[in-house]
């Protein structure tokens, strides 16, 4: 079947704009993460949803950062007055959620953010 | 604080040859280890995964090895091929976790030579 989705693939953006990456998990996974990745680094967690509510947002940077799921399937990662800093590939995965806190974990292709 | 790192940034072996890819975590409740690829401009690939109730555990042309005694992860590839060339992370998930929110390492590059 499908595996994880996420759009756009790139987004260019301004200093100080706000913008929304999508993902769209596995049919049926009911575990969604969001991970930041910088250049040569490994992903950094952001936010885990199980089902429509966001179990773990501990990752979150700050408040300019927030993640929505409203039908427990595609979410949503928000972010305000973008930042320079805020440049890096923003991963979403999701599990199927019937095996407890710890099973695999599918990435999708990533969406590269660059705020200019 | 809690890390998984790895040891080497880079390694480079000929097409045919066994690569050996470590990582040392420094958490003694991680219970959940796994490996992923990624190549350029993807997202990371699931490869393996063992549990710290195991030692070692066998896929296909991959092998991990778990020694909890001193934190040490070890990802061996059979007969390393072109198409293996990517980035590799080691990654753990404490038992202690609210999710199963994943701590990645820094990642080891691994470029086959043919």
């Known amino acids: 079947g499908a595996g994880v989705s996420q759009t756009p693939s790139n987004k260019v953006t301004e200093k100080g704009k706000y913008v929304e990456l999508r993902c769209d998990p596995i049919?049926?996974?009911?575990?969604l993460y969001w991970y930041r990745q910088s250049l040569g680094q490994g992903p950094e967690f952001l936010i885990y949803?199980?089902?429509?509510?966001?179990?773990?947002d501990s990752g979150l940077p700050n408040d300019r950062f927030f993640a929505v799921r409203p039908e427990g399937s595609v979410s949503t990662l928000k972010i305000q007055r973008t930042e320079r800093g805020d440049s890096a590939v923003y991963l979403c995965a999701s599990s199927s959620g019937l095996a407890g806190l710890q099973e695999t974990q599918y990435f999708g292709p990533g969406t590269r953010l660059l705020v200019l | 604080g809690e890390s998984v790192g790895l040891h080497l940034p880079t390694l480079s072996v000929q097409e045919g040859d066994n690569s050996i890819i470590n990582c040392a975590y420094s958490n003694s409740a991680s219970d959940y280890f796994i490996w992923y690829k990624q190549e350029s401009g993807k997202g990371p690939q699931f490869i393996i995964d063992?549990?710290?109730?195991?030692d070692k555990r066998q896929g296909q042309r991959v092998t991990v090895l778990l020694n909890k005694t001193v934190k040490h992860l070890s990802l061996q590839i059979a007969a390393t091929q072109p198409g293996d060339s990517a980035v590799y992370f080691c990654a753990e998930n404490p038992i202690y976790n609210q999710g199963g929110k994943l701590i990645f390492g820094q990642g080891t590059e691994l470029s086959v030579k043919p």
């Open positions: 049919s049926g996974h009911t575990a």
């Open positions: 063992i549990r710290s109730n195991m």
């Open positions: 949803f199980q089902g429509t509510g966001a179990a773990d």
